[in-house]
């Protein structure tokens, strides 16, 4: 409802406030709020309360993406191991040529190289290919998405 969607409005900009001033910026009762919170969490919408990390911050200052394609049968090997890494930060299973689309940070050119020399030690790997990412362009975001689908059920209610 828009109470959800003015809750999770207020959380993409950043999720470190009370919920006092959640309530506060959603125009919400401290209970409201809280109940749709809860709610969020219980339904999945809300997947996490953790800080955003800048991981160039941290010294980590090149990011790649890389895909895999994978010998049949093996993903499973192939995505335990990608745990294993701690620079593998995501790999997602995609439609195509390839297998696998994984996000992967480095300290530096060489050390990416190192990193990318770790992936290929398990057993399964046909071929990997990466690039490089020069800049950000657009940052992860979700609040466009959320003003989008919130106006979209506005529009939607009062059409209906």
Same mark, same amino acid.
């Given at each position: ?20 001033? #959640? ?20 339904? $999945? /919408? &809300?997947?996490?309360?953790?800080? =955003? ?5 941290? %010294?980590? %200052? ?18 335990? =191991? ?18 696998? #689309?994984?996000?992967? /940070? ?5 050390? #990416? ?11 399964? &790997? ?24 919130? $106006? ?5 209610? /009062?059409? %209906?």
């Amino acid at each position: 409802d828009s109470v959800d969607w003015r809750v999770l409005r207020v959380l993409s900009e950043g999720s470190r406030i009370g919920m006092l001033e #959640l309530s506060r910026r959603a125009e919400v009762a401290r209970g409201t709020a809280q109940a749709h919170v809860d709610r969020l969490v219980s339904n $999945g /919408v &809300i997947t996490s309360f953790a800080p =955003h990390l800048d991981v160039r911050a941290m %010294g980590y %200052g090149v990011l790649a993406f890389t895909t895999i394609d994978i010998a049949q049968g093996r993903l499973g090997d192939v995505v335990a =191991h990608l745990r294993e890494i701690p620079e593998v930060l995501e790999a997602h299973a995609t439609t195509g040529a390839d297998d696998l #689309l994984c996000r992967v /940070v480095a300290r530096s050119n060489d050390h #990416l190289q190192e990193v990318l020399n770790r992936i290929l030690e398990v057993q399964g &790997i046909n071929r990997t290919q990466t690039v490089i990412a020069l800049s950000e362009q657009i940052p992860y975001r979700v609040t466009p998405l959320v003003d989008a689908a919130g $106006g979209e059920r506005k529009l939607r209610r /009062v059409k %209906g």
